[in-house]
């Protein structure tokens, strides 16, 4: 039974219940996040009004896009990827952690930062 109850709590995504569109609204809107996978950053993103996004992987490069709620997930379509990207969204003590619904086998990313300059794409800042 010991064994059993240490499994459980070093997999806290087991009990989690995801974020729904409204709680990933109210967590998102108006915020500028960097995520990582495992402790290194792999982009940002600014949530707009509307369930606008901008995304950029660092690059200085910048993709608008747009959310929305399927199922358990919140999936994003961006102009340079049409296909949905979808994600389970956990709040946690320190962000939010994700889970990569169209390949759950991936790692899971985090919020790593928040960031209150604004995003710098091509050269403007949005």
């Known amino acids: 039974m010991l064994r059993f109850a240490l499994i459980l709590l070093a997999c806290p995504a087991i009990a ?52 929305y709620e399927e199922n358990t997930s919140i999936c994003f379509v961006y102009d340079f990827e049409p296909e949905p990207q979808c994600w389970q969204m956990f709040e946690t003590a320190t962000g939010i952690r994700t889970i990569f619904m169209n390949d759950p086998q991936t790692t899971a990313t985090y919020q790593i930062s928040e960031d209150q300059e604004p995003l710098i794409c091509n050269g403007l800042g949005a």
């Open 16 to 67: 989690d219940t995801p974020m729904n569109a409204s709680e990933f609204e109210a967590f998102s809107k108006g915020r500028t996040l960097t995520f990582g996978i495992d402790g290194e950053n792999y982009g940002v993103e600014r949530y707009l009004p509307g369930r606008r996004v901008i995304w950029s992987f660092l690059d200085g490069q910048c993709e608008q896009g747009y959310w």
